[in-house]
């Protein structure tokens, strides 16, 4: 099975800030990757598929980047609603693997 | 739209048996594997198992932690897949989403349904 890390576990950062969380893969998944934003009682919402894809309505301050086993999500200008955990995902065979996940707070 | 609606959750006691369903619009539902993908409270998410194509013989895989005890199906007429889960362990207890991973385009997930494992 293909192992997904995601750094930093856990992050403290205020509105306006940019924010940029990690992940990696254990071997090389390609561009095979996904974003989801995931907020208490709720689905896990994609942001960002094939590594660096915005998907439909997503703000454009979310950005991804990577291929291979690296990848990074960006939040430019964190807003309010963005205070959430964050989950990578590698879709490149199965089963499914995610990351453990990052949450971002208020500091 | 593409939508997925899961459904069939609830309370059942340890060793019980549980069914759920996925619903799907939108989309040629024959045409596309669909996973189950599990979140207990609290905790990240979880790969249960997946079903593909009438194309691939409708194979299907599961985690290791579910293996010989749920089954996963699939009804083309009715667009909808199952997920059936006997001798269920207190430890299956979480929200179950189907999810749906196109070759072009986003992944497609449900709003989930709770199972509880309680006695």
């Known amino acids: 099975d293909i192992q997904m890390t995601q750094t930093p576990s856990s992050l403290s950062a205020s509105v306006g800030d940019r924010v940029t969380i990690t992940c990696r893969a254990s071997q090389s998944i390609s561009s095979y990757l996904n974003w989801y934003q995931q907020k208490p009682g709720k689905a896990p919402k994609v942001l960002i598929y094939?590594?660096?894809t915005l998907q439909t309505g997503v703000p454009s301050r979310f950005s991804g980047s990577g291929s291979g086993t690296d990848f990074t999500l960006t939040i430019n200008s964190l807003q309010p609603e963005d205070f959430a955990t964050y989950y990578c995902q590698q879709s490149y065979n199965t089963p499914l693997t995610f990351g453990p996940g990052t949450k971002v707070d208020i500091k | 739209e593409v939508q997925l609606v899961e459904s069939g959750g609830g309370l059942v006691q340890p060793g019980g048996s549980l069914k759920l369903s996925c619903a799907a619009s939108?989309?040629?539902?024959?045409?596309?594997?669909i996973h189950w993908v599990r979140q207990a409270s609290g905790k990240g998410l979880e790969w249960v198992g997946h079903?593909?194509?009438?194309?691939?013989?409708?194979?299907?895989a599961y985690a290791a932690s579910v293996k010989g005890r749920f089954t996963i199906s699939r009804d083309d007429s009715k667009n909808t897949a199952y997920l059936q889960m006997n001798s269920l362990k207190i430890e299956d207890t979480a929200m179950y989403y189907c999810t749906r991973h196109p070759g072009s385009g986003g992944p497609n997930w449900g709003q989930g349904t709770l199972v509880t494992v309680s006695s």
């Open positions: 079903i593909r194509t009438k194309a691939n013989n409708y194979a299907t």
């Open positions: 094939a590594a660096s």
């Open positions: 939108g989309f040629t539902f024959s045409g596309s594997a």
